[in-house]
């Protein structure tokens, strides 16, 4: 009850200015501004990403100026939550800027054949393709969000006085992957493997594409047990939103790391050990349904604790302890 009640408590001392992940945002949005306009007649469709990033500005100053209004931790909760939806919008774009590159999967498949002696996504799949197990992984793919939403919700309601930092570090984390896909033009197993043939992989061919996932958005089935109903659920993801980027290093692995690092700092041990099975099964399934290759994986790891530090760091400079 005293949850509720705090929920719509008017703040003695409310926070003027907007807050450090709307900073993040509008930090990102001007790094992509700059390259859009830098490259406005290569991109396709300018006009909406212009408009789309004005709509933002907008929505964001209108959400700070209701806060004002009506100071209350509903109200940042509520700043937080558009920030995050806004990022199904933020990520294609990736894939717009991302495709005046030329690609990059040949490298890192070649990495892959290199260090393993196969493609682990390959045989990963094609070994372990029973009803179950791929029920287990396809599971797994699709807590990605349930996670998030999870460990924020943790923090605004039993550890408040870390959420700000806390929606910082998690929305600070995806631009900071979304600037290197821009940069780092790979697609991933379920599009290379397509575009190449399983054959040709198999082989250990792989040639350059150069430009080819310019126009080309053609994947592999997802592996698995077509019946079932997380199979479902990641198809329909997947041909919802998935573009040809977004590879290297896995976000998925990246973000679901630095949840664990949150979780485990918030010192409450159901929520960590409560995670720690979806986890372990979310970093399997990015191998098992071709969207990363293994290295993709280990990247994500190692970069989920470079980027965590940096961004505790820069918190912790900017607005100070909490």
């Known amino acids: ?39 406005y007649t290569k991109v396709d469709n300018p006009e909406p990403m212009l408009y789309g990033r004005l709509r933002i500005a907008v929505m964001t100053v209108a959400l700070w100026g209701v806060y004002r209004m009506v100071p209350c931790r509903f109200m940042r909760f509520c700043r937080v939550l558009a920030q995050m939806a806004l990022l199904s919008w933020w990520y294609p774009e990736t894939y717009e800027f991302n495709r005046m590159f030329p690609n990059l999967d040949h490298v890192f498949a070649g990495y892959e054949q290199s260090l393993f002696g196969f493609q682990p996504s390959l045989v990963f799949a094609a070994k372990c ?17 349930p996670l998030i939403a999870v460990v924020v919700l943790f923090y605004f309601l039993w550890r408040y006085d870390r959420f700000a930092r806390v929606s910082f570090i998690v929305l600070g984390s995806f631009f900071v ?25 198999a082989r250990g061919s792989f040639p350059d594409l150069g430009n080819y996932f310019a126009t080309h958005q053609e994947a592999l089935a997802t592996p698995g047990w077509s019946g079932g109903f997380f199979y479902d659920m990641v198809r329909s993801a997947h041909d919802a939103g998935e573009r040809p980027t977004a590879a290297f290093p896995s976000s998925h692995v990246g973000v679901s790391t630095i949840l ?45 604790f470079v980027i965590y530090a940096v961004l505790y760091a820069v918190y912790v400079k900017w607005v100070g302890k909490e």
């Open 1 to 39: 009850m005293k949850i509720l009640t705090n929920l719509f408590k008017i703040e003695k001392k409310p926070k003027k200015g907007l807050m450090a992940f709307e900073w993040a945002m509008f930090a990102y949005m001007g790094v992509t501004l700059l390259l859009l306009l830098f490259t």
């Open 129 to 145: 393709g029973n009803a179950v197990f791929s029920e287990l992984m396809c599971l797994g793919y699709t807590v990605y969000y």
């Open 177 to 201: 992957y979304y600037v290197i896909y821009i940069f780092l033009p790979v697609a991933g197993p379920q599009y290379y493997y397509a575009a190449v043939g399983l054959d040709g992989i």
């Open 260 to 304: 664990m690092i949150l979780a485990w700092t918030a010192r409450s041990r159901r929520l960590f050990l409560g995670i720690l099975p979806l986890y372990v099964l979310l970093c399997l399934s990015t191998v098992y349904i071709y969207a990363h290759y293994a290295i993709d994986v280990f990247a994500g790891w190692v970069s989920a």
